[in-house]
């Protein structure tokens, strides 16, 4: 496995790009599309093989974008802000769909289930994470992160920091990460707490689960680490470790073979998750990097696989993936 680097665009937006998302291909739009969210609060949407832009900047927000998901139809995509909403748009004009309100605190990452129905974001200082509908976007239900047993209590009150959420890829598990490092794994189908995942001890910014084996989670820590977990059986697989500084992405190949991760070491590396070895470091960004994203199977004509990583340096790179 590797990666070639194949297109670096500098200056892709006015200030730090801190969000990356894949749209999936779509009945009206053969290939995928490569959506990025910038601290100029603008979300640009990219074509897959030379970075051209495909659409208007979609303006909206009143301060940075921190975090994107796209439905997996397609069609419509999420962006969150630090103003603490949520903006659903539609992809292709940009057009505003609902606006998601997440009182009292901002939201970080977000993410929609396998099937679509549902969009979870993790609800920073509320300590939980939120959940809507996705056909009249109403809220469905917020789940608390329980305080891990035997942990000291909080001095500042407030308990968890949510930062990071994940589907499974059967949409039955449903994980979070917080600032503290407490990973908390629900049972996403009844909406109910199972257990904590431990390992880590300080923020969990990026998390993802295998799309090949719906317990496994991978995640992402300030400790520099790479922890896979059996998210289901509570227990630590491994432990992947090259980073020199902070780990803030993390996403897993379509095949499920590789794991992607951007660090403020301001490297991409590629790992095999079957030795557990990076194989692979790329030094294209000048900055750290806040984003790595594979491009999703599907769509006309697409043979070859597709990485690209977003940055505090204002560029985006686009890497062959094989």
């Known amino acids: 496995m590797k990666l070639a680097g194949l297109k670096s665009v500098d200056g892709a937006h006015e200030d730090s790009i801190w969000a990356a998302a894949w749209v999936p291909a779509a009945d009206h739009r053969p290939t995928a599309l490569l959506l990025t969210g910038s ?16 659409a208007v900047p979609a ?42 309100e997440a009182p009292p605190s901002e939201v970080w990452g977000i993410q929609f289930h396998p099937k679509g129905n549902a969009l979870a974001a993790a609800g920073g200082g509320s300590g939980s994470v939120k959940l809507w509908e996705t056909e009249k976007w109403k809220p469905i239900t917020s789940l608390p992160v329980p305080r891990p047993e035997g942990a000291r209590p909080d001095k500042t009150g407030s ?85 020199a500084s902070w780990v803030l992405s993390i996403d897993v190949s379509p095949d499920g073979m590789a794991v992607a991760t951007g660090s403020s070491d301001r490297t991409v590396r590629l790992w095999d998750i079957n030795t557990r070895a990076s194989v692979q470091t790329m030094s294209n960004h000048n900055d750290q990097v806040w984003a790595v994203a594979f491009r ?21 790179t686009l890497y062959d993936y094989s």
């Open 39 to 54: 601290l100029d609060e603008t979300v640009r949407l990219w074509r897959p093989d030379d970075l051209a832009s495909a």
């Open 159 to 243: 308990g968890k920091f949510v930062l990071s959420v994940a589907w499974s890829p059967d949409g039955k598990l449903l994980a979070c990460g917080s600032m503290d490092g407490t990973i908390a794994v629900y049972d996403a189908v009844r909406m109910k707490f199972l257990h904590h995942l431990e390992g880590h001890h300080m923020p969990v910014r990026s998390m993802v689960f295998s799309p090949v084996d719906p317990h496994v989670l991978f995640t992402a820590c300030d400790d520099c680490h790479i922890h896979i977990y059996d998210a289901k059986e509570k227990s630590l697989i491994g432990a992947m470790s090259g980073h």
């Open 59 to 100: 303006r909206g927000h009143a301060l940075g974008v921190v975090s994107l998901a796209a439905h997996p139809a397609g069609a419509v995509a999420a962006a969150v802000s630090l103003d603490s909403y949520v903006r659903v748009f539609d992809v292709d004009s940009g057009a505003s769909i609902a606006t998601l």
């Open 296 to 316: 999703p199977p599907g769509g006309t004509g697409v043979r070859a696989g597709r990485l690209a990583s977003v940055s505090d340096d204002k560029s985006i």
